[in-house]
């Protein structure tokens, strides 16, 4: 279970100095780093050769997701497309004004 201590980032967002919070691990168990470890170039670069996709870090160094809940996400789309008229399938092309040639 997370703490307000650490986050958990994809291994591709990873910087030099951040510190590990929890151990890195293969599914077997085995520990390719500790806990408290410090990331470095070098480190990072073993990690994702190793296919590792996410690690855990103290602090927060990237800033929260929203989680912004479904009816906010639906009204937010409906607004961001409300200037799009419908266009009925198999008619694209007339609608930035062009023809379209039917045999």
Not at 18 to 43: F, H, I, K, T, W
Not at 68 to 86: C, I, K, N, P, T
Request: hydrophobic letters at 35%.
């Amino acid at each position: 279970m997370p703490t307000g201590e650490e986050q958990r980032i994809l291994l591709s967002q990873a910087a030099p100095g951040m510190v590990l919070s929890r151990p890195v691990q293969l599914p077997n168990r085995m520990v390719l780093c500790p806990r408290g470890a410090d990331l470095s170039e070098s480190l990072i670069a073993k990690l994702v050769n190793l296919g590792i996709k996410r690690v855990w870090v103290r602090g927060h160094p990237l800033p929260a997701l929203s989680h912004e809940g479904y009816s906010q996400r639906v009204g937010r789309l409906r607004h961001a497309f409300s200037r799009v008229r419908q266009i009925p399938p198999g008619q694209e092309g007339d609608a930035h004004g062009s023809t379209s040639v039917r045999s």
